[in-house]
């Protein structure tokens, strides 16, 4: 896949990525923000293939990140922003469907990992883990169940009550035979172009085969379907 010059089936697959994470659509185009500059301009060169687009600096926004400038990129109205509105929001609420699924790629897969996702590196442990609480559990149960046909990644569901607020929430936790499979397929065709404030969410290769040699780990990558 050439990051720069994506088919229009790319391209649809990496917006759905970004929606699936921080991004949404509203009538008037695309928009999704970040706290790193820098992840911002890595999707606007997916975003300019389709429309032009701005990029936009809150220096008041304040959230879990912190006070620190908030960066939010729009992209124009286009007719394929206005379908996929359609897909996503049929009531209102951001939802998956099997159009949505069958059409992520690789690169919107990792666009959502990293606008949702996160190393657990707890413990000297490498796991990737996306957070999925937009969704309700059947909407997850399905997500797991494409992601592990489609690239042949095997996550488990995890969900947490909190009293304060009543709910249920939701996070994808990919198992630990498939980590260096995630690398390969997800991260690596991409890992030119990520930013550097991004890659704390990046392990490198040699770190997953260490802990794949370590005895300490050797139960979790056991060849266990």
């Known amino acids: 896949m050439d990051f720069e010059k994506l088919t229009s089936l790319e391209y649809k697959g990496a917006i759905i990525g970004m929606v699936l994470g921080d991004g949404y659509i509203g009538e008037h185009g695309f928009?999704?923000?970040?706290?790193?500059q820098e992840y911002i301009k890595m999707k606007e060169r997916i975003l300019q293939q389709l429309t032009a687009t701005s990029i936009y600096k809150d220096e008041k926004r304040t959230g879990s990140f912190g006070k620190k400038p908030l960066y939010e990129l729009r992209g124009r109205q286009h007719p394929l922003y206005q379908k996929f509105?359609?897909?996503?929001?049929?009531?209102?609420?951001?939802?998956?469907?099997?159009?949505?699924?069958?059409?992520?790629?690789?690169l919107g897969l990792l666009f959502w990992y990293l606008d949702d996702g996160c190393l657990d590196s707890s413990g000297g442990g490498i796991r990737f883990q996306i957070w999925s609480c937009e969704f309700t559990e059947i909407e997850n149960i399905y997500i797991q169940k494409i992601l592990n046909d489609r690239f042949g990644l095997r996550f488990n569901l995890r969900k947490q009550f909190k009293k304060e607020t009543g709910k249920i929430y939701y996070w994808l936790y990919l198992k630990a035979i498939?980590?260096?499979?995630?690398?390969?397929?997800?991260?690596?065709?991409?890992?030119?172009?990520?930013?550097?404030?991004m890659m704390y969410k990046i392990p490198t290769r040699e770190s997953i085969e260490s802990k794949i040699e370590s005895k300490k780990h050797e139960r979790f990558y056991k060849n266990i379907v």
């Open 31 to 36: 928009k999704t923000s970040s706290i790193s």
């Open 178 to 197: 498939d980590r260096l499979v995630f690398w390969d397929k997800i991260i690596k065709p991409f890992l030119q172009y990520i930013p550097q404030e």
């Open 85 to 106: 509105r359609m897909r996503f929001y049929p009531n209102g609420r951001k939802q998956v469907s099997e159009y949505v699924l069958k059409t992520l790629n690789s």
